[in-house]
């Protein structure tokens, strides 16, 4: 009974949010209601791979340009932040040097990192990636450096003890003890990709999700708005439950 | 000039503004082939001086030898036995011995490596527990492992922590009998040093009981040899005159310090307490300071 009352009270709350939407699309003129949403919507979700025009694809496919565009981007930022963590997070004197300029980087926003992109590679795409990447590395990084602090000193005495070398040490006690961390850091770097993805792809009017939505915004298809919006939300939610999946299963260890 | 010279050690931490003192002016000979127990309660500096003795840590003066060399780091032919285990939660019991096996037998096949770290967990009776990890053993097994993991790197000196602090009565008795085992098995003498909370587990193990007289800062008290064979056991002590009288002595000793570190620390003893004999357990039964 307790089970099934859980499994409705979601259902319960999306019925709620689309009830809210519809008395919104009364008063509000432009605002499409559910129905017409999904009416409009109807060719792109039931022929998700469509191509039919540079920006009329299918929501699979513009999601999938998304997504690609996003996994590369932050597995540049992962690739740079993961060890950029390591260093800080051994290293007292280089977290000293660059702290002040880490808390000064990471609040900006990547609508202000995509023009510096743009005028450092000229073409969208890189400009793209970089503000992905530089966006995102920061929680990696974060997390990494506070991962290989958090090594409790008996893992360090085991080092010392067994008079390992420089490099098992690293590969056989830091990296497996700062696993953990260092997933949460990707779970939240991988959030924060997503987010700069819509945002850039909109600046810059690639295909993707968020090119579609402005896109469409401009054709005044405002139903078609409503669908990229709770692509994004999706896959986003799938993206995060998904890392999460693999930083639970690392810390069970 | 003896296997281990302690000459002097005196160790401070900071605290806040402060310096807290630890260990002043500790000197100790130790013979090669001899085991030695450090006795005290908890908070006393053992620790620090095992890590000081060990290499772990440095002192702010004094200085220790091993065999003629000053100590300034771990030594090659050492190993180390933690309370809390220190096993790596991410490798199998295997895989932890190995990473001693693969630090200390370099000149070892990968295959004679693994043979070496299977054979030392046979040794301890971890034969069918190989491939188990850390948190799937009990505390007994997981110390039996970090036991194998000193002894995978055949070492000539021993540091043991509270080897057996956080185990049960029953799996404490046991190991005590697997590590005296282990001890003699080796074929070579093996210098121990121990520290630990319990007098019964000095009695049972050691050559020598050097009680630790809490300061701060700590000094060692006269170290009393027990002139018992090897091999004893605990139903043994409990009837030997000889075990009672180091017994009895260790405590006195113990118990006088603590005595006047309350007197210091302004804690007035009551009229009972100073008249009260200063020998608290002249009857054989396992006493632990802690």
């Known amino acids: 009974m307790k089970r099934l009352l859980y499994l409705l009270l979601p259902l319960v709350g999306v019925g709620l949010a689309l009830l809210a939407w519809w008395g919104a699309s009364l008063k509000v003129t432009d605002l499409p209601s559910p129905l017409r949403t999904w009416e409009e919507s109807r060719l792109y979700v039931l022929e998700p791979f469509a191509k039919r025009g540079e920006v009329d694809q299918g929501i699979a496919r513009l999601a999938y340009y998304s997504l690609v565009r996003v996994g590369q981007g932050f597995l540049l930022g992962a690739a740079i932040g993961t060890p950029v963590g390591f260093l800080l997070g051994v290293s007292p004197l280089l977290t000293r040097m660059f702290d002040p300029l880490m808390q000064v980087l990471r609040p900006i926003s990547p609508l202000a990192w995509l023009p510096l992109g743009l005028v450092l590679f000229r073409r969208s795409e890189p400009a793209a990636l970089f503000a992905i990447a530089v966006c995102s590395m920061w929680p990696t990084i974060i997390n990494t450096m506070m991962g290989v602090r958090a090594i409790p000193q008996d893992y360090w005495n085991v080092a010392k003890v067994l008079r390992l070398s420089k490099t098992t040490t690293f590969l056989k006690i830091i990296v497996p003890a700062t696993l953990p961390y260092m997933f949460t850091g990707y779970r939240l770097s991988l959030g924060i990709a997503w987010l700069v993805i819509v945002a850039s792809e909109m600046l810059t009017g690639t295909p993707g999700v968020g090119g579609f939505l402005w896109q469409e915004y401009n054709s005044l298809i405002y139903a078609h708005i409503l669908l990229a919006i709770l692509t994004i939300g999706i896959i986003g939610f799938v993206l995060d439950r998904l890392m999460g999946f693999a930083e639970a299963r690392l810390r069970a260890v | ?290």
């Open chain 2, 1 to 290: 000039m003896s296997y281990i010279e302690i000459a002097g050690v005196t160790k401070s931490f900071s605290a806040g503004r402060g310096v807290r003192p630890v260990l002043r002016d500790v000197s100790l000979s130790v013979e090669r082939g001899e085991f030695v127990s450090i006795v005290g309660a908890m908070g006393s500096g053992k620790t620090t001086l095992l890590s000081i003795l060990a290499g772990l840590s440095s002192a702010d003066a004094g200085t220790v030898s091993v065999d003629g060399e000053t100590v300034t780091g771990v030594r090659d032919n050492a190993a180390f036995v933690f309370q809390n285990y220190s096993l790596l939660p991410w490798f199998t019991a295997l895989e932890n011995v190995r990473l001693a096996v693969e630090a200390s037998c370099r000149t070892l096949t990968r295959e004679e490596q693994k043979a070496r770290a299977t054979h030392v967990l046979e040794q301890v009776g971890l034969g069918n527990a190989l491939h188990r990890r850390p948190r799937q053993l009990s505390g007994g097994m997981r110390q039996r492992v970090a036991i194998a993991r000193a002894f995978a790197a055949d070492p000539d000196l021993l540091f043991l922590d509270e080897p057996f602090g956080a185990l049960d009565a029953l799996t404490r008795e046991t190991l005590q009998g697997e590590l005296m085992r282990l001890c003699s098995s080796v074929g070579k003498p093996v210098t121990t040093i121990m520290i630990t909370n319990s007098v019964e587990e000095a009695l049972l193990l050691s050559d020598r009981i050097v009680p630790i007289l809490p300061g701060p800062p700590a000094t060692l008290g006269a170290p009393i040899s027990v002139d018992l064979p090897r091999g004893r056991t605990v139903a043994q002590l409990a009837h030997d005159e000889q075990a009672s009288r180091v017994r009895a002595h260790v405590v006195a000793t113990l118990t006088a310090a603590l005595g006047s570190r309350r007197l210091r620390t302004g804690v007035v003893p009551t009229e009972e307490e100073k008249t009260k004999p200063r020998v608290v357990a002249e009857k054989p039964h396992p006493v632990s300071l802690s």
